[in-house]
């Protein structure tokens, strides 16, 4: 069974920088798209960045220019690094992995999520 194991997450100031990271096992790593999404308080879970197998990245507007997704396939990890904070960045952020099977059907495992709290 796919594990993801996030860490990095903590209490920050407004305008700070953090850099999570998500550990991989039991997994072909390099042929997963991996992905970082959000759960602040009182709303839907959200995708944040996601990074796929040949290196393509896409951010939600919310965070470009201010986050930054990266892999190391030979590490098995992917990070989000995250400057610039806000208020609103605030949330438990889960790293996923999806990959497609010999079907085309997505399949994808979820990590146990990491806290993020900015402060004003």
């Known amino acids: 069974q796919v594990q993801l194991v996030e860490s990095g997450g903590g209490l920050v100031q407004a305008g700070g920088s953090l850099r999570l990271s998500c550990a991989a096992s039991?997994?072909?790593?390099?042929?997963?798209?991996m992905g970082w999404y959000r759960q602040g308080p009182g709303k839907q879970r959200e995708l944040v960045a996601s990074?796929?197998?040949?290196?393509?990245?896409n951010y939600a507007d919310s965070v470009k220019g201010r986050f930054t997704i990266s892999r190391d396939n030979a590490k098995n990890t992917v990070y989000l690094q995250m400057n610039s904070l806000r208020t609103e960045d605030t949330a438990v952020y889960y790293c996923?992995?999806?990959?497609?099977?010999?079907?085309?059907?997505?399949?994808?495992?979820w990590g146990q999520g990491t806290q993020v709290t900015i402060s004003s």
């Open positions: 996923n992995a999806e990959a497609l099977n010999s079907a085309g059907v997505p399949f994808g495992s």
């Open positions: 039991r997994i072909i790593f390099r042929f997963y798209t």
């Open positions: 990074v796929t197998s040949d290196g393509s990245t």
